[in-house]
């Protein structure tokens, strides 16, 4: 028997600053794939709602949240680069509550954010890092057309040690 869950995800807003700290504090410590651990996101309510207002009027940045009622329980961005020579280039970042792994929320929005790329004909390029160590979002970006471009040996420091990091990337041409 499969269980049903109702999610919208949508382009996050101002409102959802503190829903969307709690959503980081959380998924921060959940997992030692993260960049960030359990310093959190060390903002105030006040600048995240600022963050989000600068996300909504960007060009080349999104942020996409999924919502489990009012709850923010996954969420993805694409962070454009501001440089001129290299704003066609935007890095790609994904984090899914534990309890929500597996029901494919991940492949969802990093699907809607390739969609949001492809439309907003400014984002050429997306590219990630990720722990090598982490194969099933290694899997996600593969499925969805990231290719491996190289390794970054001692890419991440964690719990003593040092571990490699893949760069992927993804090119958005045109149809």
């Known amino acids: ?86 704003c066609h280039i935007a890095e790609l970042g994904v984090s899914v509550e534990r309890d929500y792994w597996g029901f494919g929320l991940g492949t969802n929005l990093v699907t809607e954010l390739i969609e949001w790329a492809i439309e907003t004909e400014r984002v050429r390029r997306i590219e990630l890092t990720v722990q090598a160590r982490n194969q099933r979002a290694i899997d996600l970006y593969r499925k969805v057309g990231f290719v491996e ?13 040092y571990l490699d990091v893949y760069l992927m990337s993804k090119m958005i041409d045109p149809d």
Do not use: W, Y
């Open 1 to 86: 028997m499969s269980e049903e869950i109702d999610i919208v995800i949508r382009e996050a807003l101002p409102s959802d600053a503190a829903e969307v700290i709690r959503f980081l504090e959380k998924t921060a410590v959940e997992t030692d794939f993260l960049s960030m651990g359990s310093e959190g996101v060390q903002l105030t309510l006040e600048e995240e709602e600022l963050h989000l207002e600068r996300i909504v009027e960007a060009e080349n940045v999104c942020l996409l949240v999924a919502l489990l009622g009012k709850k923010v329980i996954a969420a993805a961005s694409l962070t454009g680069n501001q440089e001129p020579k290299l």
């Open 149 to 161: 471009e190289g390794v970054m040996q001692r890419g991440v420091f964690s719990d003593g040690v």
